[in-house]
């Protein structure tokens, strides 16, 4: 059975600070990774996908890593701004079971 | 493209009752659609999916005669948490695949329901 965790599970930092987010996954046998963004009591926001074949994806300030074979991958926010303020959730595609498995997700705030 | 609507986007129930949400793609034909639950600061647990036309496939441990779901149409399907108590208050989203493609799921606003 897939597990996702996510560390840490909280994380606060001053405004212009980069900052790493961490996920890893016990089944290393999946199809791709999401990394999510939920504000509070809304629904998901898809931030970048990395297929299994990849290594890393950007968008913007933002760089999710993937190393399949030790079931890990990474998040990457330069220069935060409160507006970066959220929930942040990863997920992983099993293909076997063919459906998404969440981890815990870390809550970022981002202070001025 | 690709958006999925809920509705309603929240709903307090009496503890008993029975309540009914939605989910709708508004700009593309679901052939699958997924329906998840929320506790308060954990994460999305998967409760089943549903596919055009066909039963649902629940997660195990879920109760599939309390969640009742229906998927009557490529563009709706619909959750009904019956005799609601307290403990199925939660945060409920929904979200939609478009093919075979289930890796891109498109994601619902989500749905606050309480249960007095």
């Known amino acids: 059975k897939q597990e996702v965790t996510q560390i840490p599970a909280a994380l606060s930092v001053p405004e212009g600070e980069n900052l790493v987010l961490n996920c890893s996954f016990t089944?290393?046998?999946?199809?791709?990774l999401q990394w999510f963004r939920q504000d509070p009591g809304k629904g998901l926001t898809s931030l970048l996908l990395i297929q299994s074949s990849q290594r890393e994806q950007t968008s913007g300030r933002l760089n999710a890593s993937l190393d399949k074979s030790s079931g890990r991958s990474t998040l990457y926010i330069a220069a935060s701004q409160p507006g970066d303020s959220a929930t942040y959730l990863c997920a992983v595609f099993t293909g076997t079971a063919s459906k998404l498995t969440f981890g815990t997700g870390t809550r970022l705030q981002v202070t001025l | 493209g690709a958006v999925v609507s809920q509705h309603p986007s929240r709903v307090i129930c009496k503890s008993g009752t029975s309540v009914k949400i939605e989910c709708r793609s508004l700009d593309f034909q679901a052939t699958t659609m997924f329906w998840y639950r929320q506790f308060p600061k954990q994460s999305l647990m998967l409760m089943a999916t549903s596919n055009e036309g066909s039963k649902a496939t629940y997660e195990q441990g879920v109760e599939k005669d309390k969640f009742l779901i229906n998927h009557a149409s490529l563009t709706l399907s619909t959750l009904t948490v019956t005799s609601a108590h307290p403990e199925d208050s939660s945060f409920y989203i929904c979200?939609?695949?478009?093919?075979?493609?289930?890796?891109?799921?498109?994601f619902g606003p989500g749905t606050r329901l309480t249960v007095l």
């Open positions: 979200s939609a695949i478009s093919g075979s493609r289930a890796d891109t799921q498109y």
């Open positions: 089944d290393s046998a999946i199809y791709n």
